[in-house]
């Protein structure tokens, strides 16, 4: 549509459409980027923690399926496959010479070897993984309570959190490879679904899922639930383990509360 | 009733039409909708592809977003809905990012941020999405308390007349004189429509979404059908919005876009007269 000074109404206002959108959507890249912003963001996860904290009973379940409902496919994430010198060493064996080491903040620092664990009382339970990505697995997952062996191993009244160290280097080709570990807070860790499983589907968990032990946590999301268990570690505070933020996925932007 | 001049011609007049609280609770809207789809762009993004049920059939998505296979060279981008296949390279599935055609669901232009990073898209989605939810119960209420709601339920007798609006709205005529004083039918079903079906069940699809949400409300995972299916649904309303934004620009910009933005600024509505049969 050219008006008679040969002016291109049309494409002035194409042309400005497009720069605008330009500008808004690199502002909006600056914003994502500004600590500031980052910061004020970052603030909703402690809106979302205490409300679901407060909707969410101590004894509220996450469901449990039927076998029928068990996906053929479960999709292994993160670390699949770990190439750590120790890791490997371990596994060559069996993970004969695996001993999972629960200490910190408790009376009693103890170790169980996988026979050890395999002799406490178990639960099974078939529940639904749901990725941060979005995609959903449901699996049957057999093993420890950690609850169970929380209250072996005692822990002491300042003991708020507790950490799980992996033996997996996770690559990031961004930031550079760094070893997997998590922490729930206590509500979630004394829960009757938390368990530290060592079966899936009724086979002994595989390399893929986490062998020999993994953590679940059915009431958040899949990067929760530290696979290639090591050590647990029961703390006050996560401020001074690695990046600080309580995760390896929190210490690159994820919420450390993984509720929704 | 129409304004009289002196001469006793009908005039244009100005009328209050939009009250304070729903002018600042739609330009909250405004904001906060468009952080949401274009975040909810990037989280989708992570894993563009959607299922029904309570989990990921990996191998039947109801639509997924991707690279062709093989296509390496000179990559394709193509969308499945149920099934069919569609190429649609350079916007979904396939499109530039930096200048290179790379794999990604929706273009680097639609989301939030523009480059991939999923743990930024939830941090502005669920921070506007608590400010969305604020602002609706506070649209809400005070539509319940002031009978704003009222004005949006199409009356019998409108509904019965609802061809010849359609057949109005076709070509272009609009409600003058009194008629324009108040929604027509065709603009309350759009808006009950959103506001009180789609964007409820968006957010309750979203909310379904979360392993802890659906610990405590067991109930809303049988509502939807499953996770899965309600994070299609939860899909499925955000496009319904996207389609109901299109109308509603197209519906501001042809039917006098400066009095339509001053009533949403200032409150304030020019209602031309109607032209009476003998003027033509």
Redesign the interface.
Same mark, same amino acid.
């Given at each position: 549509m050219r008006d008679k000074q040969g002016f291109d109404r049309r494409g002035f206002l194409k042309r400005v459409f497009v720069l605008g959108?330009t500008l808004l !959507?690199a502002g909006? &890249?600056q914003l #994502?980027s500004s600590d500031w912003f980052?910061r004020? !963001?970052?603030? +909703? @996860?402690t809106?979302?923690r205490t409300t679901?904290r407060a909707?969410?009973?101590p004894n509220?379940? +996450?469901?449990e $399926?039927t076998e029928a &409902?068990i #996906?053929p &496919?479960f999709?292994p994430n993160g670390s699949i496959d770990p190439q750590d010198e120790d890791y490997l060493a371990l596994s060559a064996d069996s993970f004969k010479n695996w001993k999972l080491k629960v200490g910190g903040l408790v009376e009693r620092p103890m170790e169980w070897s996988l026979a050890d664990l395999r002799a406490l009382p178990s639960r099974t339970q078939i529940t639904?993984h &749901?990725?941060? @990505?979005? %995609? #959903?697995?449901?699996g049957k997952w057999k093993g420890v309570p950690l609850k169970t062996l929380l209250d072996q191993v005692g822990l002491k009244p300042e003991a708020r959190y507790i950490v799980f160290y992996c033996a997996d280097t996770l690559d990031q080709t961004l930031a550079g490879g760094a070893k997997y570990y998590e922490s729930l807070g206590l509500p979630d860790a004394e829960h009757a679904q938390t368990i530290l499983a060592y079966e899936m589907n009724g086979q002994t968990l595989p390399v893929a899922h986490g062998a020999p032990l993994r953590l679940r946590v059915?009431?958040?999301?899949g990067y929760k639930m530290a696979k290639y268990v090591m050590r647990i570690e029961a703390v006050a505070d996560y401020a001074d383990i690695d990046g600080g933020k309580g995760g390896f %996925?929190e210490d690159?932007? $994820? @919420?450390w509360y993984a509720?929704? | 009733m129409s304004a009289i001049s002196e001469e006793g011609v009908p005039t244009r007049r100005l009328i209050y039409r939009h009250r304070l609280v729903v002018r600042i609770t739609h330009w909250i809207n405004v904001l906060c909708i468009t952080v949401l789809l274009m975040s909810g762009m990037q989280i989708f993004n992570a894993h563009p592809a959607l299922y029904l049920g309570q989990r990921s059939h990996f191998d039947s998505p109801v639509l997924a977003m991707g690279q062709a296979p093989e296509s390496d060279e000179k990559p394709v981008g193509v969308t499945t809905i149920l099934g069919h296949g569609f190429t649609t390279t350079g916007v979904l599935g396939v499109s530039r990012e930096n200048g290179e055609l790379v794999e990604r669901g929706f273009p680097s232009w639609a989301t939030l941020p523009s480059y991939q990073d999923l743990a930024t898209g939830r941090r502005w989605h669920f921070f506007f999405a608590w400010l969305f939810v604020a602002n609706g119960l506070v649209y809400l209420a005070y539509s319940l308390t002031s009978g704003h709601l009222r004005e949006l339920v199409p009356s019998r007798d409108q509904l019965r007349h609802i061809g010849g609006s359609i057949w109005e709205h076709m070509r272009l005529h609009f409600p003058k004189g009194d008629e324009a004083r108040h929604y027509n039918v065709l603009q309350k079903l759009a808006y009950f429509g959103i506001v009180i079906i789609v964007l409820p069940l968006l957010v309750l699809a979203g909310l379904t979404m979360s392993p802890g949400i659906d610990a405590a409300f067991p109930w809303l995972v049988d509502l939807f059908g499953g996770r899965q299916t309600a994070r299609t649904i939860h899909f499925i309303c955000a496009t319904l919005v996207v389609l109901f934004i299109l109308v509603h620009l197209v519906m501001v910009l042809v039917s006098g876009v400066f009095n339509n933005l001053r009533s949403m600024i200032t409150g304030n509505y020019a209602i031309e007269p109607k032209e009476k049969p003998d003027a033509r």
């Open positions: 959108g !959507l909006c &890249d #994502s980052r004020m !963001l970052f603030r +909703a @996860e809106l979302t679901q909707i969410l009973g509220d379940m +996450a469901r $399926y &409902d #996906s &496919d999709k639904r &749901d990725c941060v @990505e979005g %995609w #959903s697995c449901i059915e009431r958040q999301l %996925w690159r932007g $994820y @919420e509720g929704i | -």
